[in-house]
Structures are given as C-alpha cells and as structure tokens.
C-alpha cells in the first residue's frame, strides 16, 4: 500500500450530517495529513460546505449520492432500494479500492447489512462483529460483540477474541492483549455451553494474545483484561448499562456542586481538575465501532456526535489501515484450521 | 398473622460473620421494635456477642447450629452435608413455622438451592427469581432475575414480571408499577424470540403494573421504568457493570480532588455535599436481594456488607412479610391460567 490513505465518508448520516461529517474531516486532515476523503452525498450541500473550511478542498473529493438512509430505514427496505445513498456508494468505494476504508455516522443496521452485503466476510470469519473501546480504571479496553450478534455459538465467540485481539493491538497498541470471556462467576462451571466450550477452545488453541479465563459484569469497568469478548445481546447491554451509569453519576455530581453556598465554592477551585476529568471521560475521545471481519474497514461513528468525535471515528478507520489490521486479522484466522473448530465445538457440546 | 414479626438470621454467613450479623440485629431492632430474631450458629461465640449489645438479648433467641457452608463450597455439596449448617436450620425455621423470614449473607449458591429445596417454589412459579434494587435518576428501580436463570423463556420472563411488580410495589411503595423488558433496541423486532413472546404475552394479559415495551441498558440507571425485566444472565452482568462503572466513576473523582492544590482546597469545600452524595449512593442503603417465587421470605445480603448494610437486608425482609408481598404474589400469579399460557408461548412461538 502506498502512503496515501483515502477514507469514504458518508456526509449524510449522522444528526448533523453534512455539517459535522465536513468539520469533522477537516479536523482530521489536519491530524492525519497523509489522508484524504471521498465525501459522497448532495454534491451542491457537500461542496458548499467544504468550501467553507479554509484548505480543506485540497484533500477531499465530493461525489453525488441522490439519497440518503434515514435513521429510522429498516435494514431490509435499505438493501433493496439503497443503492442511490451516501452510504451504499461510500462503502462501495472501498469495495472498488476507490477508499481504503469507510466512516458513517447513519443507521446501525442499514450500515451493518450493507457492509456485509457490498464487502462480504473476511475469509474464515463466520460472523463479523462490532467492536469498540472506553476507559477503565487500568487504561482502556476493547469490547465485542456490542450488538451484531444477538445469539452466539462457542465458534463464534473464539473468533471474537481473535478479531478483539487484532482490535486492541492496532487501536489501542497493546502488545499481547489478555482477552476474558464475559460470564456470571469465575468458576468453569458457570454459564451456558457455548461458553463453557468457548473457554475450553480458547485455553487449548494456541493463538495470540492471553486468554485469562472468565471475567464478570465488574471486571470491565476495571478493565481487568484489554479484551471482554461476548455476544451481541449481552455486549450491547453492558455497554449501554456502563455509559448511563456514568451520565447518572455525571448528574448527581453536578447536582451535589450546586445544592450549597460551600459546594459551589468549591467547584470554583476544583473546576480546572473536573474539566480535565470530562475531558478524559469525554464520550468523543471513544468513538468509532468497528465492524471486524469484513473484506475491508468499515467504522461506526456515533449518530449523536460532533466534529470532534466524528474525526476520533476517522482516526480509528485510519489506524486500523495503516497498522493494516485486516492482514493481520486474516493470518490469524488463518491459523485455526476451520475443519478443526467446529468439530471440537460439537464434541465439547457434546460431553 | 400476629403484629409480631420473627426473622431467622444465619448468624454465620458473611465475611465477618457472625460479629456484623449480631451488630445488624441490634440495628434492625431498634428500626423495627415490633421484630424479634432467632440467631442460628455456634451457640458460645454468638450469645457472648449478643451479651456485648446492650438491650438485644430480649429481641433474640440464640439456636445452636454445628457447623457453617463456606463461601467456596459448591450448592451440590451443601444439599448433601449441608443440613446441620446455620444456614440450613435457618431457613427450616421458616418452613417449621418458628419465623416470618430469613435473611444470610452467605454463599449465594448455596442459599438459593438450600432455599428451593425446604421452602419449595410458590405454586403456579415455574422459575424463582433474585431480585434487588438500586438507585437510579428518577429514585429507585428494582431488577430481576439476578442470575438465578442463565436461561429465560417466555414463561419465565411473564413470571418475573409479575415477581417484579410486587417486590416494587412492597419493598419501594410504587403504586402501579411500570415494568420493562431490557433488550438492545426499543422495535418490536429486536431480540430473540423469548423476548419477544413475553412482549406479546405481556401486552396481551390484563396484569397489575403498566408493562411499558422493552428497554435498553441506559434506561436501568436512567429509571426509565420502575421494574426492569431479564434472564439472569444479563441481569447479573448488566447490575456487576453498573457497580463497576460507579466505582470507577468515583476513583476518578477521588483522584481529581487530588491532582492539584486548588482541587484540594475546593474539596474542603464541597466536602459536606459530597458526603452527603456519597450517603445517598451508598451500598448499604441497597443491600438485601430478595429470592422471589418461594413460600417463604429468603433475603440474601452482601457477604461484604457491614452491620448497617445487614440491617438493610433485614428490613427488606421484614417490609415483604409486613405487606404480605407473597400473598400478593400468590393472587397475581393465580390469575394466569396457568393451562392458557403455556400454549400461548407455543402458539407465539410457532407464529
């Protein structure tokens, strides 16, 4: 690969979208000057507004897209009638080696299935999965599934902790990540089959990364491992659990500054640390899911975000190019030998 | 039932048995002067303790039991050896008739199949259920199953519905309920297809609460709903991930007031407030998960829990048996037929 990268956006999904989709390209043009954009929606609104960035039409191309997928779509009605979208057409870019990888903050679901439809799965992958990150009390940490996957068998777990593995080396640059399998207790004994058969292949394989055994609910925000590998139903739960009890506690932090003359005092002089405190929890310093196990990058941002969590998504498709993630991902599935796999998942459900 | 109110305590459950379950006594007795306890353990270190508590020896008397279950042992072990542990007599004190209630801050395992077994399900509930609640932004929600059932059908989830409700109705007072059944989007569509049977079932019964659809993981801590249904497998992982996410929240805080001298001085402050907040999020003030669906009131407090926190447990107990929350239970469950649902999960299931 050459030392161009060129990212598909698509500028019309998102709540804001083209607005923060152009803002957000040309904050990470300047962070990544080594990349460029193909930005595919209304030609007229796109250009418009990127003429309105000063030096940001040196590094971005627009390209036509009569429609749009509104957030509400159903994934079924986008892939029959899609095809004139943004995002249809930016992910096809990729597929087309116009774009190395493609960002979208539109529908999940639209997104998900147009990606798997246009890029199909990576060789070896039997179910891609949606991955991403967040602070923990040790660092940050990957999870996956977040919601791809509602019922997962032991196969498909063990093929998360592969792609989870390949996540957190090239995202968040962790040499020999250590991956736990999300369950209800520690003990082997503890939850279903599949998970119990996930283990027993994971303790037995030799692949990268450090498989540690289970870990629970509390062990994420811990981040006792790098890697929380479970299935879409659950993943999405904790996840979404986790972030509201963080805007609960924002809340009542908020409220416990005010409710006194001396509280609010003291937010006087604590400010200056509390800012710094947001600014390290700060939800677009986390943005961007990763679909992993596709034939190509394709990130998730957040629908709700703004320019500067639109450029954070940016630079999670652009690490995953450049540390060229996806190869990675390939050789080692490539070490499982998928003949082995699922005969020992049958056997082991079987005992 | 008489105004008296009598809770067997096994004396012996807990980290720092049986000194905070003697100190949690001699709380919960001066919270609720119409309560008197049997303390089941070994009889010498548990009436020197109570002889130390000035005024608890009137409200209880002291049974001996030989031997106590350990933190590790695991329930199968325990039914068959289990039967002179403190425990066991404990919860045979409910059954024989001696007490109201139990409460242990024991082996969850252990007292959740010990319990099963003396006091049996209710009649009419397939699946009994922990249940527990906590804080959230608009005041208190409870959630169940805790991880009692790795796996829910229908059935099962309509069942804990109505647990739920009366566990919220008795324990925080709400009158009519709102109940949820979590899942990882709001769409009828969304989930598997237990989930959406008991949607289906739950819209189309006529059950005391106001079941509302189903709800995502931001909307626990958000209180979005009053009663929070789900298996016990994402009930437990999503309530670990909140207490983690509330720990880590306040390791940041805690670490902010003290990374500067001005954040220091605003501590100084602010301090009062954030006593106060601390006061209100407080572990303590939300110990005591209830094992719903017995004939009998089985609480099970933390294991780390102190005497306030055990004196917590206590109370739950004592407001399930004082508002009759199983006779309530026994009524609501009474009107599902029991003939007709079965088939209506079938028929739902097969459609």
């Known amino acids: 690969m050459s030392d161009q990268i060129t990212i598909a956006l698509d500028a019309m999904g998102g709540d804001s979208a083209p607005q923060i989709v152009v803002a957000g390209a040309n904050i990470a043009r300047r962070r990544h000057p080594d990349v460029k954009f193909i930005l595919y929606g209304d030609a007229d609104e796109v250009s418009a507004l990127v003429a309105r960035q000063r030096g940001l039409d040196e590094f971005v191309e627009v390209r036509h897209a009569d429609e749009r997928v509104q957030p509400d779509d159903k994934p079924s009605q986008i892939v029959r009638s899609g095809k004139e979208t943004s995002m249809w057409k930016a992910i096809e870019a990729v597929r087309d080696g116009d774009a190395d990888g493609v960002v979208s903050a539109g529908n999940t679901g639209a997104l998900l299935a147009m990606a ?125 659990t986790a972030e509201g009890t963080a805007k609960l506690l924002n809340a009542f932090i908020k409220e416990t500054f005010r409710n006194s003359f001396w509280a609010k005092i003291g937010y006087i002089f604590a400010k200056r640390s509390f800012d710094k405190l947001r600014s390290r929890s700060d939800p677009r310093r986390y943005n961007g899911a990763m679909f992993l196990g596709l ?34 991902l390939k050789s080692n599935i490539e070490r499982l030998d998928p003949d082995i796999l699922r005969p020992q998942v049958a056997s082991a459900a079987a005992s």
């Not at 989870?164 to 995202?171: C, D, P």
């Not at 969590?309 to 190869?327: H, S, W």
């Open 116 to 240: 798997m439809l246009i890029l199909k799965r990576l060789e070896g992958i039997d179910r891609p999965a949606i991955a991403s990150f967040f602070p923990t009390l040790r660092g940050e940490t990957v999870m996956l599934d977040l919601g791809a996957n509602i019922q997962c068998d032991a196969r498909n777990l063990v093929e998360f902790s592969i792609m989870g593995e390949v996540f957190a080396r090239t995202i968040l640059g962790v040499q020999d990540p250590t991956i736990g399998l999300l369950n209800v207790g520690e003990e082997e004994t503890k939850g279903n089959d599949a998970l119990r058969d996930a283990a027993n292949l994971l303790q037995d394989l030799d692949l990268p990364g450090e498989f540690v055994g289970f870990v629970e609910g509390d062990d994420i925000p811990a981040g006792a491992v790098d890697v929380v590998v479970t299935d879409g139903f659950t993943g999405n739960v904790a996840l979404k």
């Open 295 to 328: 034939n190509g990058v394709c990130v998730k941002s957040h629908g709700g975000t703004d320019a500067v969590g639109f450029a954070t998504a940016i630079g999670v498709a652009i690490d995953m190019i450049k540390y060229d993630g996806n190869a990675l």
